[in-house]
Each structure stands twice: as structure tokens, then as C-alpha cells.
């Protein structure tokens, strides 16, 4: 089995029942962290500044059982949401400060929270995810195995046979 930049983040946390269940759903599905990576990269290159977590999840899990076909389910539990968000920004800070995120128990298993909110907020304002002692992300921890996107999904749009009046 090989280590990958995901074993590593879990490694370095606190334990925790649903850390757990997103490592080894993650193990069993590697292609869920590369579609929604790549679905990111897609919408900035397209002009983008923002995306959402939750609105990706649900595209995920309807755009992964596609390609597979009615015989393979996805079980993807919104309880892992929030800890693929904080593991997509600890492994692409390139991302923080572009989804808006919420305290949620994935900061204390993964040692991170959200910057404090500033008096004036300016408008498309994303809290960024920060290291529990202040550090910004991409001066923090990194793994030694950087996660590299294996899955490439389709960049066309998608395509219906008839528009819908």
C-alpha cells in the first residue's frame, strides 16, 4: 500500500471516529479528492473566483456514479464534507480564501481553524483556513508526498440530447 499526501495528513491528527470513516473512504474511492481537486482548477481556469464545497460534493457523487454506471454507488456521506474541504486547502492552499467554510469539527481533528473575521468584510470575502496557531497554510505542514491528480475528468460540458423548454 502506498502512502499518499492523504495517509499523511491523518496521520499527524487527532483521532476521531469520522476521521476514520473519510480516510478509508478515501482509500476505497482515491478518485473522489482528484475529481473534486480538478473541478476546482477547472472553474478558476474558467474565470471563476469562488466555488462551493457542498455544491461540489453533490456533482461529485452524480458525475462519479455516471461514469460508473447503475451497479456502482457511491455512499458519500456529507459528514465528510467539511474534511475533504480542510484536506483540499492544506493540500492546494492555493484554493483557501475561495469557499466559504464554516467552524466545524475538522479544524480540531486536523489542527486548523478560520481566520477571525475582519470588522468590513470586502464583497466575494471567503474566510481563509489558517494552522491553529496562526500560520497560514502554505507556511504550515506539508506532506512529503504531494497529492497529484491521477483522475482526469471530462473539461467539455456536458452534453443532453435536447434542451429542456
Keep these: 500500500m502506498t502512502i499518499d499526501a492523504i495517509d499523511e495528513l491523518v496521520a499527524r491528527s487527532k483521532p476521531h471516529h469520522e476521521l476514520a470513516r473519510f480516510h478509508r473512504f478515501h ?14 482548477r477547472l472553474r478558476i481556469e474558467r474565470g471563476f473566483g469562488a466555488f462551493s464545497f457542498a455544491s461540489l460534493w453533490h456533482y ?23 474534511y475533504y474541504a480542510r484536506a483540499i486547502l ?58 497529484v491528480v491521477a483522475y482526469a475528468p471530462a473539461t467539455r460540458a456536458d452534453i443532453h440530447p435536447r434542451e429542456i423548454v
Excluded: C
Aim: hydrophobic content about 30%; overall charge positive; cysteine-free.
Design 90 to 147: 492544506i493540500l492546494h492552499p492555493e484554493f483557501n480564501g475561495r469557499a466559504e467554510l464554516r467552524t466545524a469539527t475538522p479544524d480540531r481533528v486536523f489542527g486548523t481553524e478560520l481566520e477571525p473575521l475582519p470588522k468590513k468584510r470586502q464583497k466575494g470575502y471567503a474566510r481563509r483556513l489558517r494552522w491553529a496557531d496562526g500560520t497560514p497554510i502554505e507556511l504550515g505542514w506539508r506532506p512529503t508526498q504531494p497529492h
Design 27 to 40: 482509500r476505497e474511492h482515491p478518485e473522489v479528492l482528484d475529481f473534486l481537486v480538478s473541478e476546482i
Design 60 to 82: 461529485s457523487r452524480w458525475k462519479l456514479e455516471m461514469k460508473s454506471g447503475p451497479t456502482t454507488t457511491y455512499l458519500m456521506n456529507d459528514h465528510a464534507t467539511p
